[in-house]
């Protein structure tokens, strides 16, 4: 038998968290949850429990298929996890991401220091 996995090193490896100790932080902030409670970041993966993520506005839903205790490539992660987060929450995503910045037309150029201070009081006031 191999050893126990801990949920930060399986949420590193498949490549939800940059590093393992974001993968810790969002676990010791509440961020990652398992039938609506919080986990520690020493909790023991085990194949097909399904964790609730919350990166950054992302609410995302995923399932262990395998255990995997290294960083794969990400090719490879669909052997090891399922995605289970539903459409309209990427859609919801992609929303938030189209509004959310200024859009210049193309080869109109650099905004004038008139135009950025209008932007600036726009986005910030």
Known sequence: MS??????????????????????????????????????????????????????QLHKVVQVKELLGNRVGAKLLENYVADLTPPEEYERIQLIRQYAFEKRDRGSGRPTKRERRDIEEFKYK
């Open 3 to 56: 050893d126990p996995i801990r949920l930060d090193k399986y949420l590193w490896a498949i490549r939800l968290y940059k590093t393992r100790s974001l993968a810790t932080e969002a676990c010791r902030c509440g961020h990652v949850r398992m039938n609506g409670m919080p986990l520690k970041a020493s909790h023991e993966i085990k194949v097909g429990e399904i964790y609730e993520l919350s990166i950054e």
